[in-house]
């Protein structure tokens, strides 16, 4: 009797020890296709999401349909606090986005800049678009801001040189930038343009990602 209660003794602590190991195994192995499956997964939504903000447009902004100039002149904007529907029309009517587009006057580029303009806003390479749109967007900033926000004035000093506007206390009598401001303005539809900080500019022309 004594025997067989030991061995039922036995019996259940090896039970307890095979019960126990396997809670052990089994925890640590079916870990592991939970880590594999899941972790990539949270890792792969949390790149997405980052991509997805380093990729926003919003839809309202024009496009040129190469998404690497899109991509510039959005970026430029946020940059230098250029809206970059602006850009966008001032890039058009200059060149139709053509970035190797050169006038008989020696303009060349998406923005079109001249030797000195390019000298003037550290443009080494006119037909780079990086470089190309990065000046032109600080030569806009400056006009606009001296002007104080005035579209026409600040597009007329692009195309006919500030000391134009200046001589002429307006947009200068020549038939070409007559038609170039007109033409922008009604493209940008926009009179006015807030002169403000890269950081308040992605607020004031909503170029804030919303994915999260």
Same mark, same amino acid.
């Given at each position: 009797?004594?025997?067989?209660? =030991? @061995?039922? #003794?036995?019996?259940? /602590?090896?039970?307890? &020890?095979?019960?126990?190991?396997? !809670?052990?195994?089994?925890? *640590?192995?079916?870990?592991?296709?939970?880590?594999?499956? %899941?972790?990539?997964?949270?890792?792969? $939504?949390?790149?997405?999401?980052?991509?997805?903000?380093? &990729? /926003?447009?919003?839809?309202?902004?024009?496009?040129?349909?190469?998404?690497?100039?899109?991509?510039?002149?959005?970026?430029?904007? +946020?940059?230098?606090?250029?809206?970059?529907?602006?850009? #966008?029309?001032?890039?058009? $009517?200059?060149?139709?986005?053509? @970035?190797?587009?050169?006038?008989?006057?020696?303009?060349?580029? &998406?923005?079109?800049?001249?030797?000195?303009?390019?000298?003037?806003?550290?443009?080494?390479? =006119?037909?780079?678009?990086? $470089?190309?749109?990065?000046?032109?967007?600080?030569? !806009?900033?400056?006009?606009?801001? =001296?002007?104080?926000?005035?579209?026409? !004035? @600040?597009? @007329?000093?692009?195309?006919?040189? +500030?000391? *134009?506007?200046?001589?002429?206390?307006?947009?200068?009598?020549?038939?070409?930038?007559?038609?170039? %401001?007109?033409?922008?303005?009604?493209?940008?539809?926009?009179? #006015?343009?807030?002169?403000?900080?890269?950081?308040?500019?992605?607020?004031?022309?909503?170029? *804030?990602?919303?994915? +999260?």
């Amino acid at each position: 009797m004594q025997i067989t209660r =030991r @061995a039922t #003794h036995f019996r259940s /602590f090896k039970a307890s &020890l095979l019960t126990v190991f396997a !809670l052990f195994i089994g925890v *640590n192995v079916t870990d592991l296709p939970f880590f594999k499956a %899941v972790a990539p997964t949270v890792s792969a $939504q949390s790149a997405l999401a980052s991509t997805i903000k380093e &990729l /926003f447009i919003p839809a309202d902004i024009p496009t040129s349909g190469d998404r690497e100039i899109d991509e510039i002149i959005f970026r430029a904007g +946020e940059q230098f606090g250029v809206d970059p529907r602006l850009l #966008h029309a001032v890039t058009l $009517q200059e060149s139709r986005y053509k @970035a190797d587009a050169e006038s008989h006057a020696g303009a060349q580029g &998406l923005m079109q800049l001249m030797p000195a303009a390019a000298k003037r806003f550290d443009c080494a390479d =006119r037909k780079d678009p990086k $470089q190309n749109v990065a000046a032109g967007a600080r030569y !806009l900033r400056l006009l606009l801001k =001296r002007f104080e926000g005035d579209v026409t !004035l @600040a597009l @007329a000093a692009y195309n006919a040189g +500030e000391g *134009n506007v200046d001589k002429y206390a307006g947009v200068p009598p020549f038939p070409e930038t007559q038609k170039y %401001v007109k033409v922008i303005v009604a493209g940008y539809g926009k009179s #006015h343009h807030p002169v403000v900080t890269p950081e308040e500019a992605r607020v004031a022309f909503g170029l *804030n990602a919303t994915a +999260e």
